[in-house]
Every structure is written in C-alpha cells, then in structure tokens.
Nanobody, 131 residues
Framework: QVGLVDSGGGSVQAGGSLRLSCAASGYTNRPYCLAWFRQAPGKEREGIAS??????????YIDSVKGRFTLSQDNAKNTLYHLQMNSLKPEDTAMYYCAAYSRAIGLFRPCPLALSTYNNWGQGTQVTVSS
C-alpha cells in the first residue's frame, strides 16, 4: 500500500528558509515521480517541483521557484525527500502537498507537474511567509 506523509511547514519572514519533507512508502522496486504542489487561498493547486526516482529523469521546477527551491532525496533514507526553500517570499504562502505516482521503466524525462497525473497525496503542510 502506497502512502505519503509530508511535514516541515511553518512561519517565516521574507527572505528566510524552510525545509519540507515527504516520506514515501509502497513504491519499492519501481520507478515513480514525486512532486510538491501548493495551493494558496482562492487559487488553484499548482505543481512546483518534481523528481524522478528510478529512471534518472532528474528534477523539474516551475519558473517562480527556480534557483530558490531544491527537491532532493535524503542521503541516508532513500524514501525520504526534502524540498529546501530559500529566499522565501510572501507569495510563497500556501498549503504544500507532496504527491506521487508510479511511472513506466525507461522514461528518461522529467516528471510532469500536472495535477491530474498524481494519484497519491500527502495531507499537506502550511507555509506562511510574512513581509
């Protein structure tokens, strides 16, 4: 059974940093995509970063977080993923969710950031950035 548990949100001033974490389970021995989405009040949920696990498809980011956010696999525990968020802005305030789906072997391209592609979701963690 697959599952995701996300954590690490909080409140920070503009320019500060936070690290979100996502623990994945049930994806043993098969490639998958893991991504972070966020949803601000009154706005649609958007994908911001993804990482390919097993196919070496690398990472993918939306323009607004490139150079500020980094999605990576934990060095010690390969089912734990971190979204390091630096230079945070008030517009980064949102509920953040990790999500995942299994993908076919041999797809050597970045994982998509389309909402409908992902079928397994964490419970969400709030990030608030004050000016």
């Amino acid at each position: 059974q697959v599952g995701l548990v996300d954590s690490g949100g909080g409140s920070v001033q503009a320019g500060g940093s936070l690290r979100l974490s996502c623990a994945a389970s049930g994806y043993t021995n098969r490639p998958y995509c893991l991504a972070w989405f966020r949803q601000a009040p009154g706005k649609e949920r958007e994908g911001i970063a993804s990482i390919d696990i097993g196919n070496d498809g690398g990472t993918n980011y939306i323009d607004s977080v490139k150079g500020r956010f980094t999605l990576s696999q934990d060095n010690a525990k390969n089912t734990l993923y971190h979204l390091q968020m630096n230079s945070l802005k008030p517009e980064d305030t949102a509920m953040y969710y990790c999500a995942a789906y299994s993908r076919a072997i041999g797809l050597f391209r970045p994982c998509p950031l389309a909402l409908s592609t992902y079928n397994n979701w964490g419970q969400g963690t709030q990030v608030t950035v004050s000016s």
